[in-house]
């Protein structure tokens, strides 16, 4: 199994980026999806998920709002579109797969993980 993320990169204050997350070795209909991410002295943070089983999504308070989840299953890759971007937004992005029924998963729980793309936002 691996999951390849990318789309990261530098970006002003206010600007957009979207991050994908192409699968391979596994079938995104069996399992949640996640984003996270984690700066620099910080806690790994979820940003996002989605169930593939039936298309639940949880979004924290943190984000909701400026960040959106979504699955293409033909390509078998995930994506994170984020608006309106904050320089507190600056980490590395994470997303992972889990295989388990809890809702939503906590980042314990996931059995695969991408390597990460970072983002920093300028001020």
């Known amino acids: 199994v691996q999951l390849v993320e990318s789309g990261g990169g530098l970006v002003q204050a206010g600007g957009s980026l979207r991050l994908s997350c192409v699968a391979s070795g596994l079938a995104f209909d069996d399992y949640v999806i996640g984003w996270f991410r984690q700066g620099a002295g910080k806690d790994r943070e979820g940003v996002s998920s989605?169930?593939?089983?039936?298309?639940?999504?949880y979004t924290p308070d943190s984000v909701k709002g400026r960040f959106t989840i979504s699955l293409d299953r033909a390509k078998n890759t995930a994506y994170l579109q984020m608006n309106r971007l904050t320089p507190e937004d600056t980490a590395v992005y994470y997303c992972?797969?889990?295989?388990?029924?809890?809702?939503?998963?906590?980042?314990?729980?996931?059995?695969?993980w991408g390597q990460g793309t970072p983002v920093t936002v300028s001020s």
């Open positions: 992972a797969a889990e295989y388990g029924m809890s809702w939503p998963p906590h980042w314990t729980e996931y059995d695969y």
């Open positions: 989605i169930s593939s089983r039936d298309g639940r999504i």
